[in-house]
């Protein structure tokens, strides 16, 4: 099938999904049966396998892994995807959905418009290979981690303007999603550790040239840093609500100018 027809077929996927568990959620009697509940979180592996699909077909290919911004985004939010989709078996939070997956049925299709310029160097390594794996499980944990505390911002803003939408009022206790928040993000900051350390004690074997502090290495490293701080600031502080907003959405933001941002910036603008 043309690739850029299963591109569409993966998107129109998961734009469907998105539509189907906003209608759900915002049903007043949509209770379902525990085996229709596993059958509705099962339901992202169709677009997801097309998604997995299309980025083999466009990334793997005889001369190399492409891995540009479009590619890199993608499998970022395919990850998102799939973490999340393993997670709401243990977790109760259907809302997501109408945040997840609108942004994979966008982000899915930007390879389309950013194509990779040409292969990575140094993929036949397989410890550089375990560094790229790492880091992107970490971006999509820290994908998650974003479209939580932005959930989290709208629930909080809705209580006390006295009106809780349907979909919004199925999930758990703010204080239940905030503790849950926080586990995403400490397991982040492990793999962003692991990144950030390989990259900089065998950058040299991974890269083929000595540590340089180049734009993505000190957005990398601050992006460490802040999420180092709301950690610290959580354990000894408690910090919470707003400022647990605020950090998570600058760290995240640090972490995406660090591959993304230079890619793009490489990649289209230059």
């Known amino acids: 099938m043309n690739l850029i027809l299963l591109h569409l077929l993966g998107s129109a996927g998961y734009a469907a999904l998105a539509a189907y568990h906003w209608h759900g959620l915002n049903r007043q009697n949509g209770v379902l049966s525990a085996r229709g ?21 466009s990334m793997l290919r005889a001369d190399g892994l492409y891995l540009g911004v479009g590619n890199a985004v993608s499998v970022i939010i395919a990850l998102a995807v799939l973490i999340y989709g393993v997670g709401s078996f243990f977790y109760r939070l259907e809302a997501l959905h109408v945040l997840i997956l609108p942004a994979a049925a ?73 503790k849950l928040l926080f586990r995403i993000i400490a397991a982040g900051f492990v793999l962003l550790t692991l990144t950030l350390g390989s990259g900089i004690v065998f950058s040299e074997e991974l890269f083929a040239t000595p540590l340089k502090f180049t734009h993505k290495t000190v ?25 647990a907003v605020r950090w998570t959405l600058a760290g995240y933001l640090s972490l995406v100018l660090a591959y993304i941002g230079s890619r793009f910036v490489a990649e289209v603008l230059l």
């Open 37 to 57: 509940s596993v059958l509705v979180h099962l339901l992202p592996v169709l677009p997801l396998a097309v998604h997995g699909l299309v980025l083999s077909q």
């Open 106 to 178: 966008v982000l899915s299709l930007l390879p389309l418009a950013f194509a990779s310029p040409g292969p990575l160097a140094n993929t036949n390594l397989l410890a550089f290979r375990a560094h790229l794996l790492i880091a992107l499980l970490a971006y999509s944990l820290f994908t998650i981690a974003s479209f939580h505390v932005l959930l989290m911002a709208i629930v909080e803003r809705r209580l006390h303007s006295g009106t809780l939408p349907g979909f919004l009022q199925r999930l758990p206790p703010l204080l239940t999603m905030e």
């Open 219 to 243: 957005f990398g490293i601050l992006s460490w840093v802040i999420f180092a701080a709301l950690l610290a600031g959580r354990a000894f502080y408690g910090w919470r609500g707003r400022v």
